[in-house]
């Protein structure tokens, strides 16, 4: 819950902002799971990562979609594999599905665990772009 109250905070910070910036606004971070890799959340790193290794053949998906919230309503942007991104905070959906929230090129918003990695990766076997 820590986490969810700290992104209200993170989330409405615009490059605007900066000049009202002070180093004393710090925000409490949790080590959190998410897939098989842990991250600080908020302020923690990822990458974007399509790759799905168990496919026949093995596929990359080289175009993710960041929401607007973690049902997947509205696309906010298209994030690319092996793109940087700062974790905000996380959700868990009412079906268990876990979702991070990001920052992007200046966008925010949400994408699913299974596409974050915590490092840069090659693409694996066919790359669909679509």
């Known amino acids: 819950m820590l986490a969810y109250v700290a992104l209200t905070v993170v989330s409405h910070y615009r490059e605007s902002d900066k000049a009202t910036y ?3 606004m710090t925000f409490e971070t949790t080590l959190v799971r998410l897939g ?4 600080e959340i908020p302020g923690g790193i990822a990458f974007i990562d ?5 496919a026949r053949p093995p596929t990359t998906l080289m175009r993710i979609p960041l929401w607007d919230n973690p049902s997947e309503i509205m696309e906010v942007t298209i994030m690319h594999h092996g793109d940087r991104v700062e974790l ?3 959700q868990e959906t009412s079906g268990g599905e876990r979702y991070a929230k990001v920052r992007y090129k200046g966008y925010s918003g949400w994408v699913s665990e299974r596409y974050l990695d915590t490092q840069s990766s090659k ?8």
Do not use: C, F
């Open 123 to 130: 693409s694996i076997g066919k790359e669909i772009d679509e």
């Open 88 to 90: 905000l905070a996380y």
């Open 36 to 39: 098989s890799n842990r991250y």
């Open 22 to 24: 002070t180093p004393s």
């Open 50 to 54: 399509g790759r799905d290794p168990g």
